[in-house]
Nanobody
Framework: QVQLVESGGGLVQAGDSLRLSCAAS????????SGWFRQAPGKERAFVAA????????LYADSVKGRFSISRDNAANTIYLQMNSLKPEDTAVYYC????????????????????WGQGTQVTVSS
């Protein structure tokens, strides 16, 4: 059984940084597109960032470009989301996700393209 577990969320002030982690069990992240999504209160879940199967390419939502960075540590079977210069509008529950099977497509921005999800971690940014 594949499980994804996020950690690293918390309450921070505007301008601070956080690093989210997502550890996988039951399967490796390597070879699968993986990403981060977020859901703010009263809004639908939205794409944040993704890393390609081979780690060569990354993709970011316009709202986080230049501030967030996605990475993958295959040895630790973990993906990360480094979030810098946080803003109150970044407040959301953050979810990691990975493909159920390799699609060999890129980029993947929609929820339906990811088959495994974590339970989410809350990030709250105060002004």
């Amino acid at each position: 059984q594949v499980q994804l577990v996020e950690s690293g969320g918390g309450l921070v002030q505007a301008g601070d940084s956080l690093r989210l982690s997502c550890a996988a069990s039951g399967r490796t992240f390597s070879g699968y597109v993986s990403g981060w999504f977020r859901q703010a209160p009263g809004k639908e879940r939205a794409f944040v960032a993704a890393v390609s199967q081979s780690d060569i390419a990354t993709l970011y939502a316009d709202s986080v470009k230049g501030r967030f960075s996605i990475s993958r540590d295959n040895a630790a079977n973990t993906i990360y989301l480094q979030m810098n210069s946080l803003k109150p509008e970044d407040t959301a529950v953050y979810y990691c996700a990975t493909e159920r099977r390799p699609s060999y497509r890129w980029p993947l921005r929609t929820e339906s393209e990811y088959g495994y999800w974590g339970q989410g971690t809350q990030v709250t940014v105060s002004s």
